[in-house]
């Protein structure tokens, strides 16, 4: 897999400090399973912050200040799934533990579907998975804050090339664009948004708290 298309830096660096809300460490986690050359960048990221830290002054602890960080992290268990879906890289399977296929989609407009999949702790941004029918086009339209939309299936092109699987789009409010799916598989993404799009079309206006995105 040649992946052409990364996320920014800052996002990354975001990512490493565990400073991103949910929806977006699941699209970078995510993305990270899927490319070598973003997961050595990040271990770069992680020793020279390692390295920041161990410069700093030690700091005074109070009496059982260990017990009681133990304590706040409680004995919470992890379910693993007992069948991991082949479709799915391992980040992304506690959301779609029967995979692509047990997906149910919302029909969100002509060769459009969607699915929400997770919510941030600030309940705004939101994780979802956006489907484009082979060959239609989604809308043009800018966003309101950031969007990290990352390839499962399929591609996409738009005016910053064509993005294939692996590759990942980092959009801010400053960016317009019109998403065309390539012929082939439908194009499916995993995105993460923390406000609606911004159509441009007024019939797209008018319809969009129909379609909620």
Same mark, same amino acid.
């Given at each position: 897999?040649?992946?052409?298309?990364?996320?920014?830096?800052?996002?990354?660096?975001?990512?490493?400090?565990?400073?991103?809300?949910?929806?977006?460490?699941?699209?970078?986690?995510?993305?990270?399973?899927?490319?070598?050359?973003?997961?050595?960048?990040?271990?770069?990221?992680?020793?020279?912050?390692?390295?920041?830290?161990?410069?700093?002054?030690?700091?005074?602890?109070?009496?059982?200040?260990?017990?009681?960080?133990?304590?706040?992290?409680? %004995?919470?268990?992890?379910?693993?799934?007992?069948?991991?879906?082949?479709?799915?890289?391992?980040?992304?399977?506690?959301?779609?533990?029967?995979?692509?296929?047990?997906?149910?989609?919302?029909?969100?407009?002509?060769?459009?579907?969607?699915?929400?999949?997770?919510?941030?702790?600030?309940?705004?941004?939101?994780?979802?998975?956006?489907?484009?029918?082979?060959?239609?086009?989604?809308?043009?339209?800018?966003?309101?804050?950031?969007?990290?939309?990352?390839?499962?299936?399929?591609?996409?092109?738009?005016?910053?090339?064509?993005?294939?699987?692996? %590759?990942?789009? %980092?959009?801010?409010? %400053?960016?317009?664009?019109?998403?065309?799916?390539?012929?082939?598989?439908?194009?499916?993404?995993?995105?993460?948004?923390?406000?609606?799009?911004?159509?441009?079309?007024?019939?797209?206006?008018?319809?969009?708290?129909?379609?909620?995105?």
């Amino acid at each position: 897999m040649t992946i052409t298309h990364h996320p920014d830096i800052a996002t990354l660096m975001a990512f490493s400090a565990g400073a991103l809300e949910e929806p977006y460490a699941a699209v970078i986690a995510t993305h990270l399973a899927m490319s070598e050359g973003g997961r050595e960048t990040v271990r770069h990221m992680t020793t020279i912050g390692g390295a920041l830290l161990n410069d700093e002054p030690n700091a005074k602890l109070s009496d059982k200040a260990l017990e009681r960080l133990m304590g706040k992290l409680g %004995d919470e268990r992890i379910e693993v799934p007992s069948h991991t879906p082949s479709d799915v890289p391992l980040p992304l399977q506690k959301y779609l533990p029967r995979g692509l296929d047990g997906v149910r989609w919302k029909w969100t407009g002509p060769g459009v579907a969607t699915a929400d999949l997770a919510w941030g702790r600030d309940g705004r941004s939101r994780l979802m998975l956006l489907r484009v029918a082979a060959g239609r086009r989604v809308p043009e339209h800018g966003h309101g804050g950031q969007e990290l939309t990352l390839i499962l299936q399929g591609a996409y092109k738009d005016r910053f090339g064509v993005f294939a699987k692996g %590759d990942i789009a %980092d959009h801010d409010e %400053d960016v317009e664009h019109q998403p065309i799916a390539e012929p082939g598989d439908d194009c499916i993404c995993l995105v993460a948004v923390d406000a609606k799009l911004t159509f441009q079309g007024r019939l797209m206006r008018a319809l969009q708290p129909l379609f909620g995105i």
